[in-house]
């Protein structure tokens, strides 16, 4: 049988401590995480770029579109003001009073045996009502009952249009003054009307629904 003698073991076994030695493993190891972090660093900053890229393309864009988008605000304010002005203007007419349908009303409950001497109206704060106040003179048999004939028809005709109607006498006294009325001296009265009443529609109440027999 041959034998071999390896005149180099002691060369190969320090080869193989050398590449069996912890620090130089470690430093491959590091050296191997390294390179890992610095890819993942040149990723992130690679899309870091592309979105500052894309940011600067909206700035462009919108600065392109800012002055319109500011004027359009502007006029939005503006005609959002107008709208509430004309709310504010149209709730004032529809509320308002107007005097003439009143004053054509009055007129048809004065009988020829009446005559009004002052009439004077106003529109209480808030539109909470109006208040009237009248004079005037009425002549017959009896004048006041010819004042009372008045102040009923006016209650009358207003209650058709207006809602919580009062009309009162504050003065009513008989006239030593006679007036000639078709011939006749007729004795006179002298009355004041206070007239109050509210001119909104008022709140239509829905019936109450029919009680359902029971069986």
């Known amino acids: 049988m041959a034998l071999h003698l390896n005149l180099l073991h002691e060369e190969f076994q320090e080869q193989r401590q050398r590449q ?6 470690g430093m491959m190891v590091l050296g191997g995480l390294g390179a890992i972090m610095f890819i993942y660093y ?19 864009s919108w600065s392109k579109v800012e002055p319109n988008v500011t004027a359009a605000q502007k006029r939005s ?5 107008i709208i509430s ?14 005097w003439a349908p009143f004053l054509e009303k009055l007129s048809r409950c004065v009988a020829p045996n ?9 529109v209480l704060e808030d539109n909470r009502g109006v208040s009237v106040m009248i004079e005037g003179l009425a002549a017959g048999r009896e004048p006041r009952a010819a004042a009372e004939e008045l102040r009923q028809l006016l209650l009358e005709q207003l ?29 006179m009265a002298r009355f004041a009307l206070s007239v109050t009443f509210n001119p909104s529609n008022p709140a239509k109440v829905a019936p109450p629904a029919p009680a359902r027999s029971k069986k």
């Open 159 to 187: 209650g058709q249009s207006y809602h919580d109607v009062k009309i009162e006498f504050k003065t009513l006294e008989d006239l030593d003054t006679l007036a000639k009325i078709g011939g006749a001296n007729m004795a």
């Open 20 to 25: 069996r030695d912890p620090l130089k493993i």
């Open 42 to 60: 040149m990723w992130n900053a690679y899309q870091t770029l592309g979105i500052r890229r894309q940011l600067n393309v909206v700035q462009e």
């Open 77 to 81: 304010k503006e005609l959002n003001g």
């Open 114 to 122: 009446a005559q009004l001497t002052s009439v004077d109206g106003a």
């Open 85 to 98: 002005t004309t709310k504010v203007l149209d709730g004032i007419i529809e509320s308002r009073f107007y």
